[in-house]
């Protein structure tokens, strides 16, 4: 089930009513929940339902059995079981064919052609998510971030809920589990949110995204030879838009819909291609993901604790892993290596040019919380902002080449295709020009537009909302292209 | 809905709340707990909060304003339902409600909306200069003075 359709306006106004008709009976409210999660889910396919159910049991066996465990050592016995069985369920169903692809091609390369047990695996919607969600919670409980829940159906509820059931953003178990056990809550401003976020997601989707995907970046990328430099630089650049378009409208309405469910979810994108540096970009994108691999994968690994080579390894394995999250091939690899190698090279710079205090980097992310900027005195620090911001978007440009080709060839192409500017341009139509520039220009309007949005709507009438938000959704129903494309991060 | 939800709240979980919260009362350690009003069943002191009674009348005028604008979108739902018994018997509704639509002319701002996505979308860097009165305008020329290039019908095989 898809957001931007009938179904799911149908399907939310019917869960909306009885969630809060059911306030007041709090496992009620949460059996209902879960199961309108599991019919969410369903919908793209029963069989995987169980594997849903599957996943949530085991993550909460695991919890309360590492809270019984008497001994450290138990316990971290337990916790590495639980990770593994997780991870064993992610790397079946999402890397089992591509690693036997490529066991037989080393073999074949070898000269031994052996019959290898292929099998057709279908990737179950959201399980990246959903397993990551799982091991957060194991891992907070060994943490004592948060007492192992007791109550199956809270773990259920935090593992499906079905606003970030597909395409997150990835929950922490530490910031939904207490939720469960306060009393639900409804006050205008959730619901001015909501319906701010709701329509704002619908927009960047259904529009930006899906012209951008339909008129522009799907028939570049699929014969890049065939197209000229300029037409290839427009494409990449609308695909930068068509992403963070897309996975970020889709993280606005699951944000919007669990706020007027009575749920808050922190914000997973923040203006990112306004960023001036590659440590800065990863505090803006995806945030839900790039503080998971911070806290679950680089700080395990000793983060940057243990000196400069230790902390360039760190960075490069969390980037690479981070590449390979997001599917079994090569090209997401070297997006995340891409990604990996210029933040290594970015500390390194940053280390040797004085920090210009322009507030470029502060804060803790990949790397460690180092205060840093490009370039030196307060006099160049719009310059030096701005070189930062153009040369950061187009290093991330750079990796979405990429990350959107359907292999390493096709990217090679691409990238030969960019520097030939010889050849016609076809596709920078004024229409297609305006859409890229004015998304892009977007990154850089003031941050609290959308809270002065909310502040504004917090105090309208019923009636009032209702126009704003039926008139806005036929509104984005009617400039947008016909069809509803899958969200990318479904296939994640 | 309402009531559906009130009778399924009262045969599922309304009366589990009560025996535990009598059992909660019983115990020595816990503490006093108000009573509720006459009238007022436990836990409903709070029911009509007027947030939620907000979103849910401003969920319904939105659904309202769609299915009065957006008549097509219920028929083109239906029709991808239209393998199940329950769209089967849905389509014939949807489409009687889209041709009433159609008929008081509801239909018209979202075709009029559309045709002028498909003016910008079909422009040419001409059209823009002619826009801003750096040449002729070679759109205006091929249609009649006054009208926009797909405002009347939309081209549907075009797009």
Redesign the interface.
């Known amino acids: 089930m898809l957001f931007p359709t009938l179904e799911f306006g149908i399907f939310f106004l019917v869960v909306f009513a009885i969630a809060w008709e059911l306030k007041d009976s709090p496992e009620g409210r949460k059996t209902f929940l879960v199961a309108a999660s599991y019919v969410f889910y369903g919908y793209w396919d029963w069989r995987f339902a169980g594997l849903l159910a599957a996943s949530s049991l085991i993550n909460y066996a695991a919890g309360r059995l590492v809270t019984i465990a008497s001994s450290d050592r138990d316990k971290r016995m337990l916790v590495a079981l639980a990770v593994a069985i997780n991870l064993s369920i992610l790397a079946f169903f999402k890397y089992y064919g591509f690693f036997l692809e490529q066991l037989a091609e080393l073999l074949a390369q070898g000269g031994m052609v052996r019959d290898l047990p292929f099998l057709e695996v279908i990737l179950p919607i959201g399980i990246s998510f959903f397993t990551f969600q799982g091991i957060s919670y194991v891992v907070d409980v060994y943490r004592e971030e948060i007492p192992a829940e007791r109550n199956p159906l809270n773990v259920f509820l935090y593992i499906s809920f079905f606003p970030q059931l597909v395409a997150g953003p990835i929950v922490r178990a530490a910031d939904f589990l207490p939720q469960l056990k306060a009393e639900p809550r409804l006050d205008r401003q959730m619901v001015a949110m909501g319906i701010a976020l709701i329509l704002l997601g619908l927009f960047k989707k259904m529009v930006i995204a899906n012209y951008l995907a339909t008129l522009l970046v799907d028939d570049v990328f699929f014969s890049p030879d065939a197209y000229s430099g300029p037409d290839l630089l427009l494409a990449v650049y609308g695909y930068a838009i068509q992403i963070y378009c897309d996975f970020s409208g889709y993280s606005d309405i699951a944000i919007g819909v669990a706020a007027l469910l009575g749920y808050h979810f922190k914000a997973n994108f923040l203006q990112p291609y306004r960023s001036a540096s590659l440590r800065e970009f990863w505090r803006r994108w995806h945030i839900s993901l790039s503080t998971w691999l911070r806290d679950y994968l680089y700080k395990p690994l000793g983060g940057s604790r243990h000196g400069t080579a230790t902390t360039y390894r760190n960075i490069m394995i969390t980037m690479l892993l981070g590449g390979l999250w997001h599917g079994a091939n090569w090209t997401f690899l070297i997006w995340g290596a891409i990604h990996g190698v210029a933040l290594v090279v970015e500390r390194m710079v940053l280390a040797v040019v004085p920090a210009s205090g322009s507030g470029v980097v502060a804060g803790d992310s990949f790397g460690g919380a180092v205060k840093a900027g490009w370039g030196g005195g307060a006099g160049r620090d719009a310059f030096a902002r701005s070189l930062g911001v153009l040369i950061t978007f187009n290093v991330v440009c750079l990796a979405w080449i990429f990350f959107r080709s359907e292999s390493l060839d096709y990217a090679l192409l691409y990238l030969e295709g960019l520097t030939n500017w010889s050849g016609p341009v076809e596709m920078a139509t004024p229409f297609l020009v305006a859409l890229v520039a004015v998304s892009l220009a977007s990154h850089f309007l003031p941050e609290d537009l959308l809270p002065n949005a909310v502040r504004w709507l917090e105090n309208r009438s019923a009636l009032t909302l209702g126009a704003v938000l039926g008139f806005g959704i036929l509104l984005i129903w009617a400039i947008a292209p016909e069809g509803v494309a899958p969200f990318i991060y479904f296939q994640f | ?2 009531s559906f ?2 009778a ?2 009262r045969k ?3 009366e ?2 009560v025996p535990e919260a009598a059992a909660s009362a019983r115990s020595k350690s816990a503490p006093p707990r108000p009573i509720p009003p006459v009238g007022h069943r ?3 002191a709070e ?1 009509r ?18 299915a009065v ?2 008549s097509e ?2 028929v083109s ?1 239906a029709r991808d339902l239209a393998e199940s018994r329950v769209g089967r018997s849905m389509l014939p509704v949807a489409e009687r409600w889209d041709g009433a639509m159609e008929q008081i002319g509801a239909k018209r ?2 075709a009029s ?2 045709g002028l ?1 498909l003016d ?6 001409a ?2 200069a002619a826009l801003f009165g750096a040449g002729n305008d070679p759109m205006a020329a091929e249609r009649p003075e006054g009208e926009a290039l797909y405002s009347r019908a939309l081209p549907e095989e075009e ?1």
């Open positions: 809905m309402s939800a009130h399924f709240r599922f979980f309304h589990r709340v436990i836990g409903e029911d909060s007027p947030a939620r009674r907000i979103a849910l009348v401003a969920l319904l005028i939105a659904a309202g304003v769609l604008f957006n979108g219920m739902t701002l979202v909306v559309r996505m910008m979308q079909y422009a040419r860097w059209d823009v797009r």
